[in-house]
C-alpha cells in the first residue's frame, strides 16, 4: 500500500514535471519598425531558430508597428515583465543602463567594422551585462547604420548652419547635450511624433540612418539631408529578466544562443537595406550634402567631457578607441 503511494506520488510528480518542461512559451517582443525593417526580420528569423531549436515549444512573437507604444514605455514594460523582449536602439536605454552610453557617443568609432569589433568582443560582453541589475537581460547587439541630420527648410552645410535649429532627438540626456554641442536646439521626443513634427515645423530637422529617414517617411517632409554620420550607435535587443529568469538554464542558453545567431542575419538584411533606402531617396529627388566632418567632430569634445567622467566610462572609452 505504502509502495503503491509512493509509486502513485512519483508518477503525479514525473506528469506534472513532464507538463511543466512541455509547457509551450511565447515571448513577446518589441519593436518600433514596420514589417520589412531589418530589425523586425532579425527577430522574427531569431524565433524561427529557437522555434527549431525547441521543436516549438518556444515562440517569439515579433509585435513591431509601436503596437505596444513608444521605446522608451516599452522598456519600463520589459522591465516589469508586461512585456517579455524588446528591440530598442541604445540611446533609449542610456539613463538607465550608463555603460550603453559609450557606443552613442559621437565619432566614437572609426568605420562600421570598428563598431562591429567592439560590439562582439568582450566590451559588447560587458556593456550587455550591464543591463541585469535593471530588470533586463542584453542579448545581442544590432547593426543601426550613421546618422545623420536632415533638415525641412534650410539644408545643414556646414556646422554653423545648425545654430538655433529644432533638431528632435531621441530620449537621452547623452544627445540631447549632443545637439546642444552641435550648437542646436534639442527637443527630445519618440520616434512615432517626428513626422508630424516635422510636417508641422514643431522641429526643423532630426537626424537619423538612410533605412529610418526613408521608411518612417521622414524623407517626405525633409527633403535635405546632410551626411554628417555622427552616430553608429547600435540597436540593442533584450529580454525581460522576469521572463528570463522563467526559462531553464537549457532554454535560457537556446534564447542567447539564436540571438547572437540572428546578428549575422541582421547585417546581411542592414547592408541590403542601407542601399535601397538610399536608392529611394536619392530616386525622390531630395538633396544629399556632403560636409566636411572634422568640424563637426571638432564640437563635441564638451559631450565626451561630460559623459566620461568617472574610471568605468573612461576605461571603457579607452577599451574601444583601442580596438583595431
Ligand atoms: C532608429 C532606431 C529606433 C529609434 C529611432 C529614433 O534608427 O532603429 O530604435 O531609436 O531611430 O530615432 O527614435
New binding site residues.
Given amino acids: 500500500m505504502k509502495l503503491a503511494k509512493t509509486l502513485c506520488a512519483a508518477l503525479g510528480f514525473a506528469l506534472a514535471a513532464g507538463t511543466l518542461h512541455a509547457q509551450e512559451i511565447t515571448l513577446r517582443s518589441a519593436d ?2 514596420p514589417d520589412g525593417y531589418p ?1 523586425v526580420e532579425a527577430v522574427k528569423y531569431m524565433g524561427e531558430l529557437v522555434s527549431e531549436r525547441t521543436k516549438g515549444r518556444i515562440k517569439i512573437e515579433v509585435m513591431n508597428n509601436a503596437t505596444l507604444g513608444n ?1 522608451k514605455d516599452t522598456i519600463e514594460q520589459t522591465r516589469f515583465g508586461v512585456i517579455d523582449m524588446n528591440r ?2 541604445a ?2 536605454f542610456n539613463n538607465l543602463v550608463p555603460e550603453t552610453t559609450v557606443l552613442g557617443l559621437p565619432f566614437i568609432f572609426r568605420s562600421t567594422e570598428h563598431m562591429h569589433k567592439t560590439v562582439d568582443g568582450p566590451i559588447g560582453e560587458q556593456v550587455l551585462a550591464a543591463f541585469e541589475p535593471h530588470g533586463l537581460i542584453g542579448l545581442a547587439f544590432y547593426d ?1 547604420g550613421a546618422r545623420s541630420f536632415y533638415s525641412t527648410k534650410k539644408p545643414i552645410e556646414k556646422l554653423e548652419d545648425l545654430k538655433g535649429m529644432k533638431i528632435r532627438v ?1 530620449q537621452s540626456d547623452l544627445w540631447i547635450a549632443m545637439m546642444e554641442a552641435f550648437g542646436a536646439n534639442p527637443t527630445p521626443m ?2 512615432g511624433e517626428v513626422y508630424s513634427s516635422l510636417e508641422t515645423g514643431v522641429v526643423d530637422g532630426a537626424e ?2 538612410w533605412p ?1 529617414y526613408e521608411s518612417a517617411r521622414h524623407f517626405e517632409v525633409a527633403k535635405n539631408y546632410t551626411l554628417t554620420e555622427h552616430s553608429l550607435n547600435p ?1 540593442i535587443l533584450v529580454i525581460s529578466k522576469i521572463a528570463w529568469d522563467k526559462l531553464t538554464p537549457e532554454d535560457q542558453t537556446v534564447v542567447r544562443q539564436a540571438a547572437k545567431d540572428s546578428v549575422g542575419k541582421m547585417r546581411e538584411l542592414w547592408a541590403a537595406r542601407e542601399k535601397v533606402s538610399e536608392e529611394k531617396v536619392r530616386a525622390a529627388g531630395n538633396t544629399i550634402i556632403k560636409v566636411n566632418k572634422e568640424e563637426f567632430s571638432a564640437a563635441m569634445k564638451p559631450v565626451y567631457d561630460r559623459f566620461v567622467t568617472d574610471p568605468k566610462m573612461k576605461a571603457l572609452l579607452e577599451q574601444v578607441q583601442a580596438v583595431q
Fill in positions: 518600433i519598425h530589425t521605446e530598442v536602439n540611446a533609449p543601426s531621441q519618440p520616434m537619423n540612418n529610418s540597436e
